[in-house]
């Protein structure tokens, strides 16, 4: 261990999951929730919403969630990684983070890493899948399956605006023979205790993950949502959903599902603790934030 970090760690039965956060990201609400900003009924001040002039921005949390069963060690998404060229985008291009650190932090070293299983194929996920040695990409993790779709991945692989993408983040992987494509329109468990659930809409081939331990469950949601303010408004989709009936459908279907199991749900960008619990009464759906313990 070493004491730069403190990662925020939650339990879930017999599985230790924490966060390794890399960077945020700032997007204005009018912008994000096209069609749905400003509310109707002003808001209170809600975490990760802040008033700048005229406009409200959304802070987006970006992160890993590494997950430690008693048999595996998962990281769950990847991040927008380092020394990644996105032209256009400023929040991800040429990022220098000390992501890896916070990995060591936790007692884990990239060696240890058995299963890194993605959401989805998009840029804030797939990054630290690889890193930059002696000009090459390699892979981050080099004993680890890498799960992602195949769907994405070949989606990917006939766009040649994602060209870059999947030369720096996904084909390193493939070509070290590291790569599990698996087919996201269906639910499977690759790894025990963790099943991929298909959740389309905010891209064709995105999936959320249930990971269970111990009788306690666990959803780790992806981008069905990007702000916990859209757990009361289920309909709100954001500017990044690719598919808004699929989308919302998903989500809905997402907020039942955690609300009836009372499990602990895992987001990919909602800011606070990024980590709670839905409620359901007869108002709709409500949220409620769970603290971590930090990991000393
Ligand atoms: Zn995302």
């Not at 500017?239 to 919302?248: H, R, S, V, W, Y």
Request: glycine share 8%; charged share 20%; aromatic share 10%.
């Amino acid at each position: 261990m070493t004491a730069a970090f403190s990662n925020d760690v939650f339990m879930v039965g017999k599985a230790r999951i924490t966060r390794l956060a890399e960077t945020e990201m700032q997007v204005p609400a009018s912008a994000l929730f096209k069609g749905h900003w400003p509310p109707q009924v002003p808001l209170e001040p809600v975490v990760g919403l802040s008033v700048e002039g005229d406009n409200t921005i959304v802070t987006l949390s970006v992160q890993s969630w590494l997950i430690q069963t008693p048999t595996d060690t998962v990281i769950l998404d990847t991040g927008i990684g380092n020394d990644k060229s996105r032209p256009g985008n400023d929040a991800m291009d040429g990022l220098d983070t000390p992501y890896l650190d916070r990995l060591s932090a936790a007692g884990v070293a990239p060696e240890d890493v058995d299963h890194v299983l993605i959401t989805h194929v998009h840029p804030d996920h797939i990054g630290w899948n690889t890193r930059l040695v002696e000009g090459q990409w390699q892979p981050s993790f080099p004993n680890a399956r890498y799960h992602f779709s195949r769907q994405g991945y070949e989606a990917w692989c006939a766009d040649a605006g994602r060209a870059q993408m999947v030369a720096d983040s996904l084909q390193p992987v493939v070509d070290h023979d590291q790569a599990s494509l698996y087919d996201s329109s269906t639910r499977f468990e690759p790894i025990a205790g963790f099943e991929v659930v298909p959740t389309p809409g905010h891209s064709p081939d995105h999936c959320s993950v249930l990971v269970e331990s111990d009788g306690e469950r666990a959803l780790f949601s992806g981008d069905l949502m990007h702000h916990h303010i859209q757990v009361a408004h289920p309909e709100w989709n954001s500017m990044f959903c690719a598919d808004l009936q699929q989308a919302e459908a998903a989500r809905r279907w997402a907020l039942a599902f955690a609300a009836e199991q009372a499990l602990l749900w895992f987001s990919a960008h909602f800011a606070g603790s990024r980590v709670g619990r839905v409620h359901r009464d007869e108002g709709g759906f409500h949220w409620e934030f769970v603290e971590p313990r930090l990991d000393a």
